[in-house]
């Protein structure tokens, strides 16, 4: 296996439907060919999305998937249903006709270029603050307009008092429309329109689902201050209804494999049909899929634009699994995958001993991700929601029940099942990533306690090519954007090596001979240096990115802001590097 494995995001599978977390296919498939047979089965306990499914099926493996997650099932089992693509088209259309019929043509517009009719493409909204000084309402996005698009020179029109994001909410309001138009081969602004259809939702069966104070996304979105505690309070009316219609629609399709694939490309466009769908002058920034958070400007976009993309990238995933399994498998089994997808905890796999081939998964990282607050806004429009009280994290705050000893407990527990179930000789390869070295330490006790041991010549970085919000905006970040592939076996009677603590003058000199080998960013040097503790046997508890990053700074490296990588300054070359 190399050393650093690179890979694109853009592979047809992974553009069909975003999840928090996803290992991309291409990742995936060297390591299923170098530790599994051909036809061979491929386990995952943490399955997520089901990408490990996809590429044991485009692969020829079997593959058996398991997760608490009910959104991730519903996820994973679509992407291995192939479906007749003439049949699904045909589908697709169908139930937005019918939605179009109930609801009437709620995008409508006149265009106020020719007077003719148009269609509404997305409509921009701006948060409506109040004042901080006069008290008065204060619409952000023009604030910022008659500020010359300059946050720090926006203030009140009444009293120029200066106005921001952080303060308080009191309204929303349209204030831009892109519309199709016959007169033009792009899209028009023009100003907003008030449709002439009214939306009545007390006719609307729509999901009434709060999300609670006792989620840890919740707090960490201060939904309370804001008070979008409702999944359908982060849609507009208009989009709400014609979600619900639609879906209604989609849930009668006699045909199981096509009503589950429709459903699939429904939960795909879900959160940019909402509120939580970023504005910007130059392009859409998207979704946070991370948080709940809704921007002062954000869009509303036209839900069956948003539907018939999903169909199209959908269709193309279904072929790129196809066309690879044709090299894999007899033609019969084309559109046939052998991957089954279990709702189950990873601490209780339910198969038999020394039955799989191979395990690849990608565990939740500690505290970086709430995957099943997150989840609750698809699984709204499902049947079930995720057992909060199973999820393998660690909660930020300090009441949490979901503490750092329990998610050791799983992951032991859980890896200790991926040894029973493996065929002697067999492999688990593990994605993992943290900033803290405290939370690799635990990986380390988790991993010998499972009675595996790690191959230390077959640590790989994975490299998907992103960079967190807080190092684009400062250039040193404290949030790891690569992951570990660690791979193990079992360690048969073996006994694992005592674990040495290391001193912060190695730390240091280490951390000095990586960065001068190679100009790579801060999370490449963290990973280096978590890949040389692993392989000299050092307790990692002591080794944190944010120390790494400390360490650079006083030693005089700075950041390309444009390609994050570490670039020698002047200052501080004597300075040291703890």
């Not at 939960?267 to 909402?274: D, E, F, G, P, V």
């Not at 929601?385 to 029940?401: C, L, M, N, P, Y």
Request: contains cysteine.
């Amino acid at each position: 296996m190399p050393e650093e494995l690179s890979v694109g995001r853009g592979d047809p599978a992974y553009m069909a439907h975003a999840y928090l977390t996803k290992v991309p296919v291409p990742a995936i498939e060297p390591f299923i060919a170098a530790y599994s047979p051909s036809g061979g089965t491929v386990v995952d306990p943490f399955a997520g999305s089901g990408m490990t499914g996809v590429a044991a099926a485009m692969m020829g493996r079997k593959a058996r998937l398991f997760d608490i997650s009910v959104l991730g099932q519903h996820i994973g089992q679509n992407f291995v249903n192939l479906v007749d693509p003439e049949q699904f088209t045909k589908h697709a259309e169908e139930v937005v006709r019918a939605t179009r019929a109930e609801l009437g043509d709620v995008y409508a517009v006149d265009c106020a270029f020719c007077g003719r009719d148009g269609t509404l493409a997305k409509t921009v909204w701006s948060v409506v603050v109040e004042c901080p000084g006069c008290k008065e309402p204060v619409n952000y996005y023009r604030s910022m307009e008659a500020a010359g698009w300059r946050k720090a020179d926006m203030v009140c029109g009444n009293c120029h008092a200066p106005v921001s994001s952080r303060n308080r909410r009191i309204g929303e309001e349209p204030v831009l429309d892109s519309i199709s138009s016959q007169c033009s081969t792009t899209q028009l602004d023009q100003a907003p329109a008030i449709s002439s259809i009214s939306i009545d939702l007390k006719k609307i069966d729509y999901p009434r689902v709060e999300i609670t104070p006792d989620r840890q996304m919740y707090k960490a979105s201060a939904l309370g201050k804001s008070g979008m505690t409702t999944i359908a309070s982060f849609y507009s009316d208009r989009n709400l209804a014609v979600l619900a219609t639609l879906h209604k629609y989609i849930k009668n399709v006699d045909d199981v494999a096509i009503r589950n694939k429709l459903l699939f490309a429904f939960t795909a466009c879900l959160t940019r049909a909402s509120k939580r769908y970023q504005w910007s002058r130059q392009r859409p920034l998207n979704a946070a899929n991370a948080n709940y958070y809704v921007a002062a400007v954000f869009y509303e976009w036209n839900v069956y634009e948003l539907f018939f993309r999903k169909i199209t990238a959908v269709l193309k995933s279904d072929i790129y699994v196809r066309t690879a399994r044709k090299g894999h498998v007899e033609r019969s089994q084309v559109s046939n995958p052998d991957v089954t997808y279990n709702i189950g905890s990873a601490d209780r796999i339910a198969l038999d001993d020394d039955s799989v081939d191979y395990v690849f998964t990608d565990p939740p990282f500690g505290s970086n991700l709430f995957y099943a607050d997150m989840a609750l806004f698809q699984e709204a429009w499902l049947d079930g929601f995720t057992d909060v009280d199973q999820e393998a994290v660690i909660d930020r705050s300090k009441e949490g029940k979901r503490t750092a000893e329990r998610y050791e407990t799983l992951l032991t527990s859980a890896l200790r099942e991926c040894n029973r179930i493996l065929r002697p000789g067999g492999h688990v390869s593990m994605v993992f990533g943290n900033s803290s070295g405290s939370v690799w330490a635990l990986i380390q006790r988790s991993i010998a306690n499972a009675g595996l041991m790690i191959e230390p010549d077959k640590l790989v970085v994975l490299n998907k090519g992103q960079r967190s919000v807080k190092g684009l905006a400062s250039g040193f970040e404290d949030v790891a954007t690569l992951d570990l592939i660690i791979t193990m076996r079992e360690a048969d009677g073996e006994v694992p090596t005592t674990l040495k603590a290391v001193d912060r003058v190695t730390v240091a000199a280490t951390i000095q001979e990586l960065a001068n080998v190679s100009p790579a960013t801060p999370s490449h040097l963290y990973l280096e240096l978590l890949r040389t503790g692993i392989r000299e046997g050092w307790e990692l508890d002591k080794l944190d990115l944010r120390d790494v990053t400390t360490a650079l700074i006083a030693d005089g490296w700075d950041i390309d802001s444009k390609t994050g990588r570490l670039s020698k300054g002047d200052a501080g070359e004597d300075n040291g590097l703890w």
